[in-house]
C-alpha cells in the first residue's frame, strides 16, 4: 500500500513569494495532520482535519498559513508570503481508527 | 498537563550492545495511547509501536522491545544487539483522550548512534 504521499520533497524559494506544500493521506485514514520540525522547536501541529473538516488550528503561526482539506484524499498547506523564519520540514500524516499517525517523507522547505 | 520526557538527549554505543531509550510521560487520563517513531537521518518519521494505558503487556518485536509500567508513568524502548541501521532519532509520544484533544504530544527525541 502507498503511504502518505507528499510534494514537493523539496522547495527552495524567496522571500514574499507564495509556497503551497501538497499531502494526499493513506486511503481510509479519516484525519490528516500538518506537522512542522525545525532544529529549535522540535516537531509542532499546525492543523489537523477529522473527515475533512479542519478540528484545531491552533498551531498554525500566524495569518501567513492557510490548511485546506476539499477532499478525503487531498490536502494543502499554503504560506503566503513566506519568510526565512518558515524554514522547516514539514511532514504530512494521516490517522487510522486505530490512533496510528503515519507520516510522510516531508518537504523540506528553504525561505531565502 | 500533557507532557512527554525524553531526558537523554543522545546516546552512543557501539553495534551489538544493547540500549534503552527511556520515556515518562505525564497526563490526568485514565485513558491513553503511547507512541514510538523513529527518524532515520533520511529524514522520515516511522511509526514503530502503539500501547493503550490499559494494557501493560510488554511488547517484543524481534530485536525491539518495549516496557510500559504505569506505576511510574515509563514507557522504555530498548534495542537488543543493536546495529548500525538503528541509529536514528527515536521519539516518544502521548495520545491523550480529553474530548477534542487528539494531538500527539511528542518528547524531544533522543538521538541514538550505534557506532560499527
Redesign the interface.
Known sequence: DAGVIQSPRHEVTEMGQEVTLRCKPISGHN?L?WYRQTMMR??E?LI?F?NNVP??DSGMPEDRFSAKMPNASFSTLKIQPSEPRDSA?Y?C?SRNR?????????T?LTVT | AQKVTQAQTEISVVEKEDVTLDCVYETRDTTY?L?W?KQPPS?????LI?RNSFDEQNEISGRYSWNFQKSTSSFNFTITASQVVDSAVY?CAL?PTIQ?A???V?G??TRLTINP
Do not use: C
Not at chain 1, 486505530?98 to 516531508?106: C, I, L, R, S
Open positions: 484525519s495532520f522540535g516537531l501541529l489537523y477529522n478540528i484545531d520540514v511532514f500524516a486505530k490512533y496510528e499517525q503515519y507520516f510522510g517523507p516531508g523540506r | 495511547y507512541f517513531y529524514g522520515e518519521l516511522v511509526f502503539r521519539f495520545r477534542g487528539q494531538k500527539l511528542f524531544q527525541g
